[in-house]
C-alpha cells in the first residue's frame, strides 16, 4: 500500500482483511503487515499486506520496505487532488526500485464525490498510460474486495 498521507491505505487493508471501518485516524509508523488468505479459482493465495506509512513533504517512503514486493496499489483520495502527484511520483520510485511488477491505482473516498478534486481527464490520463484504475471506498466497502482480488490475478499471471 503506497500512497500519500492520510489517503485511506491503513483503512483499506482493515476493510480487505477484517471488513471493519472506523472513524477514527491512526497515523501508521513504519509498516504495519497483515495477512489474509485468499482463493483465486482453483489457487489458495497467502497475500502479506505490507501498510508503509504515507508520504508526505516530511517523510518519504524508504525503498527497502518495496523490495520483494510482487505487487503493490497506490492508494489517491480523490478529495485532496495533490495525492495524485505523490502516487505518481512513488510509481516511479517503486519501478525503479522493484522494476515493472503489478499495480493498480486505487482513488479511494468514493462515497464522498459530491467533494472530489480529482478530475476525469486526470483518471483518462492514468489510463492513457495503461494504468488500471478502480475505485473504492473503504468506509462502505465498495470495490475493495474486487480490488485485491484484481491484484492478486495480475500477481499470479506475472
Known amino acids: 500500500m503506497l500512497g ?9 487493508v482493515q476493510r480487505f482483511v477484517k471488513s471493519i471501518f472506523s472513524e477514527k485516524y491512526l497515523t501508521t509508523v513504519g509498516v504495519k503487515i497483515d495477512k489474509k488468505t485468499v482463493n483465486v479459482g482453483e489457487q489458495v493465495v497467502d497475500l502479506m499486506l505490507w501498510d508503509i506509512y504515507g508520504e508526505d513533504e516530511f517523510l518519504e517512503v524508504r525503498t527497502s520496505y518495496l523490495r520483494g514486493a510482487s505487487g503493490y496499489f497506490l492508494v489517491v483520495d480523490g478529495t485532496r ?18 522494476g515493472n511488477v503489478p499495480f493498480l491505482v486505487l482513488i479511494n473516498k468514493v462515497d464522498l464525490t459530491d467533494q472530489w478534486e480529482i478530475e476525469d481527464s486526470q483518471v483518462e490520463s492514468l489510463l492513457a498510460n495503461n494504468w488500471q484504475v478502480v475505485e473504492t471506498s473503504a468506509k462502505t466497502g465498495e470495490k475493495v474486495e474486487e480490488a485485491f482480488l484484481m491484484l492478486t490475478e495480475k500477481m499470479l499471471k506475472k
Do not use: D, W, Y
Request: proline content about 0%; charged content about 20%.
Open 81 to 98: 487532488s495533490a495525492t495524485l502527484e505523490t502516487a505518481r511520483l512513488l510509481q516511479k520510485r517503486a519501478t525503479e526500485t522493484i
Open 4 to 12: 500519500a498521507f492520510a489517503v485511506g491505505k491503513t483503512s483499506l
